[in-house]
C-alpha cells in the first residue's frame, strides 16, 4: 500500500502502528542537495552530504517528537554513510556509530544481503534496553536495504520505533518499506532531503536524482569506475547526441576544450592572448558554428548564460575577477574537476564528431582577438 497525499507528508496506519514519511523541509538542506546532485567533486559531494545528515538528526527528532538523550545508538551503511554519518555524529555526540555492511544480490541487483556483525557488537545489541533503532543509507531507491537490515537488527534486539534516513528516497523504496514494515509491528519515521519517482529498473540507478555520476559512493569518494564505470558515462554521453539536450552537453564539452586549450602552455605565458571572458567564449562559438560549420543544434542567445552558470554550479569551471574600466571583467579556466570530466566523457565524444580538429583550425586566430572584433567578422 502507498499514499502520497500531499507533498511534503505522507502516512500510513496499520492498527495503533504508524508509518510516516517527510521531505526534510530547510533552505541549507535544499542548497546542499543541489550542490551534491550537480558536482563531480568528491570535497564538495561529501560536505554537501554530511550538511545533509547534521539536518536529518534535528529534522528527525521534531519529526518523531524525541530528543537527542533518547538516540545512544546509529546505524549506518557502510561506506556510503560516512558522510552522511558525519554530520549526524556532530548533533548526536553521545551516540555510537555503527557500520552495518551490504551487498546487492539477485539477478536484478534487487536483494540485499547483511554482513554478520563481530560478536562484541552483537553482545551489546543483546543486552540494549533501547527501543529506538536509526538506520541511516544516503540512497533508499528499492528499499530492500532498508527492510533487510531491520530484520537483521530485530532479531537481536526487538525494537518498538525506527527511524529511517536518507539523502534521496524513491517512490519505489517508501512504498517497499510501507508495504514490509507491519513485519515488525512498530512505529516508524523516515526522512530524506529529495524524494525520487524515477528508476532504472534494471540498473537499480536513480533517473531523476545524482546527475553525471549516478552511484552515490562513487560521487562522494571520487572512485568513478568502481560501482558506475566511466564508459557507462559516456555512453550515456553518446545517447544523447543528436537530441537538443545533447546539444547543450557538447556545447559544454566544447567549451571545456576550448578554456584547456587557452591554457595550454602554447598560451599560457603569451600576453597578446585576449581574456577568456563570457562574451568571448561565446562570440568564438559562434564564429565555428557560422563560420566553420561547428555542428551544435542549440540557440546560443537562448542557452549560453545557463550553460555557462550549469558549468560554474557543477565546479567544472571558475573564474578571476580583473579590474576592467569602472567594472571587473570575469576571466574564465577549467578547474580540476573539469578536466577530469573532460577526458572521461566530453573529450572522447567531441573527437567522435570532429570537434577538435574543428577548433584547432582558427584558435590561435581567434584567441588573440577581442569579443567584438570576432562578433563584427561573423556579422559581415
Not at 546532485?37 to 517528537?65: C, N, Q, R
Not at 551487498?103 to 552483537?122: C, H, M, Q, W
Not at 512498530?186 to 555520476?213: H, Q, R, W
Not at 557560422?290 to 550549469?310: G, N, S
Request: proline share 3%; aromatic share 12%.
Amino acid at each position: 500500500m502507498e499514499k502520497f497525499i500531499c507533498q511534503y507528508a505522507y502516512d500510513f496506519i496499520e492498527g495503533e502502528k504508524m508509518f510516516t514519511h517527510r521531505k526534510v523541509l530547510n533552505q541549507i538542506v535544499d542548497e546542499e542537495w543541489t550542490r551534491l546532485k550537480k558536482t563531480i567533486s568528491k570535497d564538495a559531494a561529501y560536505k554537501a552530504a554530511e550538511v545533509i545528515g547534521e539536518y536529518t538528526v534535528t529534522d528527525m527528532l521534531d519529526f518523531a517528537s524525541l530528543n537527542k538523550f533518547d538516540i545512544n545508538r546509529i546505524y549506518v551503511k557502510y561506506r556510503d554513510g560516512l558522510p552522511m554519518a558525519s554530520g549526524m555524529k556532530k548533533m548526536l555526540p553521545n551516540a555510537d556509530v555503527i557500520y552495518i555492511n551490504t551487498e546487492r544480490t539477485g539477478n536484478n541487483n534487487d536483494k540485499a544481503e547483511i554482513s554478520p556483525l563481530d560478536a562484541e557488537t552483537i553482545g551489546e545489541l543483546n543486552y540494549d534496553e533501547n527501543s529506538i533503532t536509526w538506520f541511516a543509507d544516503p540512497i533508499n531507491a528499492r528499499g530492500t536495504t532498508t527492510i533487510e537490515v531491520l530484520r537483521y537488527l530485530h532479531e537481536f534486539t526487538p525494537f518498538e520505533v525506527a527511524l529511517l534516513s536518507h539523502v534521496v528516497a524513491n517512490r519505489i523504496g517508501i512504498g517497499t518499506v510501507q508495504t514490509l514494515i507491519t513485519d515488525f509491528n512498530i512505529d516508524s519515521y523516515m526522512n530524506y532531503a529529495f524524494l525520487s519517482k524515477k528508476i532504472n529498473p534494471s540498473t537499480g540507478f536513480l533517473e531523476d536524482a545524482l546527475e553525471v555520476i549516478p552511484d552515490f559512493g562513487d560521487k562522494v569518494f571520487g572512485t568513478v569506475g568502481a560501482d558506475y564505470p566511466v564508459c557507462q558515462m559516456r555512453d550515456d554521453l553518446r545517447c544523447l547526441v543528436g537530441t537538443k539536450v545533447g546539444g547543450i552537453e557538447i556545447l559544454k564539452g566544447t567549451i571545456i576544450y576550448m578554456l584547456q586549450r587557452r591554457k595550454s602552455d602554447e598560451y599560457n605565458a603569451d600576453r597578446r592572448v585576449k581574456w577568456a571572458t563570457r562574451p568571448w567564449i561565446k562570440e568564438t562559438v559562434i564564429w565555428y558554428i557560422k563560420l566553420r560549420d561547428l555542428r551544435i543544434d542549440v540557440d546560443i542567445e537562448q542557452h549560453f548564460d545557463f550553460i555557462m552558470d550549469d558549468l560554474e554550479s557543477r565546479g567544472f569551471i571558475k573564474y578571476d575577477k580583473y579590474v576592467f574600466k569602472d567594472s571587473y571583467a570575469r576571466h574564465y579556466s577549467v578547474t580540476e574537476d573539469g578536466v577530469n570530466m573532460s577526458s572521461a566523457a566530453y573529450l572522447p565524444i567531441l573527437s567522435e564528431l570532429g570537434i577538435p580538429k574543428i577548433i584547432s583550425k582558427d584558435f590561435d586566430y581567434l584567441v588573440h582577438i577581442p569579443a567584438h572584433e570576432i562578433h563584427k567578422q561573423v556579422l559581415n
